[in-house]
């Protein structure tokens, strides 16, 4: 066989295996998560943790920019030479694709959050509603021992690199329970493509390659410990976008750290909210007016802030991710991150706040 076939056939076989993976989730489990990817990640994070600047972002621009290279120099051969070009394409994504998967989405095939956690999946409406109350009342009763009036918005105290070493205050409270939410070597950065990722409408995200948690530092900073924590329970191998929300609140609401807790507490309960609004019209008025104004007025800053990038690249960039979601078992697809409000009701069910 000639060598230039090698790749994509090698890319083709690639994807025959994770057709089958999925019905192994406990091998990927012991094996991947809890075995290979914890050394693969470790040796990332340290090696690149200490540097100031994301790594990743850069090695992305630089990719960027070949690309676009390669497909002007291209321009005028692609015809004729149009299967040579499609065998190195290949040949780059068979590449891509196997770093990709063996440096981090193998956990997309993992066990779910709901089975380590023994966490119930069905819930009813007045679960819900008994949930959504108690979280109205804990936001409340935060956001007044912050202001001192029910009536002033949050205004958070903290830079963006003093959310990333406090936030490890909740993971180490967090671990202390549930020993597989231990973090260690941070690699949290603040993304270059900051500007880029507002108009796709994403707080953060986390680098495959370099294991690098990038977050969007032009969002609201009240936001920022809970997205910040997403990316990092991204980082220690959780794949789901609802298990990480799921994680991230979790991390913030169990911070020494009032503003971290209303993070977390702030942000749960906008999800728990809308979640009424689309179910009962009648109950989610009614809820609103137990919330306090200053958490409203939070709310309003942060839909303030997306509105002024609102333009068909966020919804073009939103359809897309949607797409990679459902390709990578998450058959929710965008609808995923909203799902982390099951989690949430089945995990206190009886616990307090």
Sequence with gaps: MQRKY????????????????????????????????????????????????????????????????????????????????????????????FLFH????????????????????????ADLLTFTKKLIAKTNEIQSQITKNDSLKVVFPYSQEQVFTMNLNGYKTLSNQYSFFTY????????????????????????????EAQVN????????????????AHQMGFASESECNFIGFLASVKNDNLYFQYSGY?????????????????????L?????PGILKNYKESKDFWRQYDTFIDKGFHAFY????????????MESYSKFVNLMVGYYGNREL
């Design 6 to 97: 090698i790749l994509p056939l090698f890319l083709f076989i690639q994807i025959l295996i994770l057709q089958i993976i999925p019905y192994f989730p406990e091998f990927i489990e012991r094996f991947y998560s809890n075995g290979l990817y914890v050394y693969i990640s470790g040796f990332s994070r340290i090696t690149l943790g200490k540097i100031p600047f994301s790594v990743g972002d850069i090695i992305y621009g630089i990719a960027i920019f070949f690309i676009l290279k390669s497909i002007w120099k291209a321009r005028k051969t692609w015809r004729l030479e149009w299967k040579n070009n499609v065998l190195k394409v290949l040949s780059v994504l068979s590449v891509v694709y």
């Design 102 to 125: 063996f440096l981090w989405a193998m956990n997309y095939y993992r066990q779910p959050l709901f089975e380590k956690m023994k966490i119930e999946r069905d819930y009813t409406d």
């Design 184 to 211: 260690t070597n941070p690699s949290v950065k603040k993304s270059l493509f900051s500007l880029p990722l507002t108009y796709m409408g994403f707080g953060g995200y986390l680098n495959p390659f370099t294991n």
């Design 217 to 232: 530092y032009l969002l609201p900073m009240y936001n920022s410990p809970t997205t910040t924590c997403h990316e990092m």
């Design 266 to 286: 702030s942000y749960a309960l906008l999800y728990c909210l809308g979640n009424w609004q689309i179910r009962d019209e009648k109950v989610f008025d009614e």
């Design 288 to 292: 609103l007016k137990t919330v306090h």
């Design 322 to 333: 949607d797409n990679f979601l459902k390709m990578n078992q998450q058959k929710d697809g």
